[in-house]
């Protein structure tokens, strides 16, 4: 019986980014506004070390430019993210779906939401953890459309709060 080596694993190459001058930083920036797609794609993936996101090309200008700086100038220092998230976690309770809802599109707690729906008037009300319809509590908006109608819908767009064209 003969005994096999134990395999090594190989790590990745570790990724890493370029330096920025803070002499740089403001041309730099310039350059984001003139760059193509395809240029802010390629600096995405210079900056990030990863694929760029299917986002809109103001997104891709906007992550670029904080990174740019990032690097540049330093980011927050790590008392600076704990007290960010914890002043998050007192907003939110730690409720991960309130916390991908922006605050200034959330309507404000207590809030009453009418929308009638084949002759029935409906009453939404916005609780500190979500919303309440018909005595539960429910997570979403869309959760209570689609209770009220049967179907999927876009829980703001089916109670008027936003339109068609928002994002």
Known sequence: MTRSKPK?????????????????????????KTASTVEL?????SLFGAEPPPYSRKFLESRLSYRIQ???FGGLRP???ARLEALGEQIDGKNITL????????????TRL?????????????????YEWQGRPYQSLSAIARGIAG??????LF????TRGDA
């Open 99 to 110: 916390r991908r809802i922006r605050q200034d599109q959330r309507p404000l707690t207590g």
């Open 79 to 81: 008392e600076t993210v």
């Open 8 to 32: 090594r694993v190989e790590q990745p190459p570790a990724v890493t980014f370029p330096t920025i001058q803070k002499q740089d930083v403001l041309g730099r920036l310039a350059d984001l």
């Open 159 to 162: 109670f008027g709060l936003r």
């Open 114 to 130: 009418l929308r009638e729906w084949k002759g029935v008037e409906h009453v939404v009300t916005v609780t500190r953890d979500g």
């Open 41 to 45: 794609k390629d600096q995405w993936r």
């Open 151 to 156: 179907t999927r819908w876009n829980g703001p």
């Open 70 to 72: 990032e690097i540049s």
